[in-house]
Structure formats: C-alpha cells, structure tokens
C-alpha cells in the first residue's frame, strides 16, 4: 500500500468517490437485472399458459370429431405468429400424441406423463436454447386431452443482455462524470490545505 501512501488527498477522494460510485451501482444492475429475469419468466409462462388454454378451446371439437389434420393446420399456425413458442404438442386423454409441431421428431426428453392430471402443469427442461418451459393445460380437466406448449427463454435474455449493456455504458458515464466532478471538489477542498502548507513552509 506503498502508492496510497504517496498519493495526495485530492487523488485519494477521487479513487474513493469513484469507487463508491462503481460499488453501488452494480449492487443496483445486480437488482434490477434479477428482478426484470423474474418478472419476464413470469411473462413467459403466462403466456405459455394462455396460449395452451387457447389451443385447448380451439381443438377440443376437432379431437372428439378426429379431425387431427385441423388441429396440426392450427397449432402450426399459432406457432408461427408466436417467435418464443418452440414446440407444441396436442394429446388425447391418454396421453398418445396426436399431433405436434416437430419436424423431425419428438424430442426423448420431451416424455412426460400427464395422464390424470387435471390443472395445469408447468415442466421445465434443459435444451441446446436454454431453457424450455413446458406449460401443459388440459382440455376439459384431461377427459379429452392435454396441450403442451415449450416457450423459450431466449427472447428474454436478449432483453436483459440489451439493458445490461446499456447499465454498463450508463456506469462508464457516471464514473467519468464523477472523476471530473470529485475532481473539481477535491481542488476546491484541498486548496486551503496548500495554500496552509506554503504559508508554513516559507516560515
């Protein structure tokens, strides 16, 4: 500690204001990072859940009358319009599927039980994307299916990377104002302090 040793009064504030200033500040970017996370998860899985409340309504006639080729026309349709829907999956109320949204394939990991069930579900899985929130919202109580509705997280780290970033750039302006601002103050504290130390040396 040598240098803080051999640093002037005026440089010591400006390192100590500075300081204080980058602590607080990214106590606050922390805090407000988790708190717009949570409140944007819990905006996805609304919305995963309205939408499978919505598919429920719009293919429960189509899955009594097996007109399977109407509910892939719409579930396909509604993923399409919905940029964080990944996957969506139609079940009967056993459980076999009968229609979805993949094109290659249901994933193995996607297996789930939902048999039974008569609330809603929500599962979350870990995929090459992040992860994947599997809303599952039965048709009539599960007596005549289930829909499953995978909703990613990706557009929600891309807004909070977006405000991170600005959070940054908003800490480096501060920090720059504040050097000059504690700059100035430091000159105007200490200049009485030289001017003392100069009226004493020449006695």
């Known amino acids: 500690m040598n240098w803080w040793q051999h640093l002037s009064l005026g440089n010591k504030l400006n390192i100590f204001v500075i300081t204080t200033i980058i ?27 309205e939408i499978g409340s919505y598919i429920a309504t719009l293919t429960a006639d189509d899955i009594i009358q097996d007109n399977y080729y109407k509910t892939l026309e719409n579930i396909n349709k509604i993923k399409e319009k919905n940029e964080d829907v990944r996957y969506i999956m139609v079940l ?11 094109k290659n394939g249901i994933p193995e990991n996607l297996a789930l039980d939902v048999t039974g069930l008569t609330l809603p579900k929500e599962t979350i899985f870990n995929s090459n994307e ?61 200049r009485p302090l030289r001017q003392l130390a100069r009226v004493a040396d020449a006695i």
Request: with cysteine.
């Open 92 to 102: 009967d109320y056993k459980g076999r599927i009968l229609a979805h949204t993949f």
């Open 23 to 49: 602590v607080l500040i990214s106590i606050m970017a922390f805090l407000f990072q988790w708190l717009i996370r949570d409140i944007m998860i819990r905006q996805v899985e609304l919305r995963g859940s």
């Open 130 to 190: 992040g992860l994947i929130h599997d809303l599952m919202s039965p048709i009539d109580k599960g007596t005549i299916g289930y829909v499953r509705v995978g909703m990613t997280e990706a557009s929600v780290r891309s807004i909070m990377y977006r405000q991170l970033r600005i959070i940054l750039l908003a800490i480096l302006l501060v920090c720059v104002l504040a050097f000059f601002l504690s700059s100035s103050i430091s000159g105007y504290i200490t």
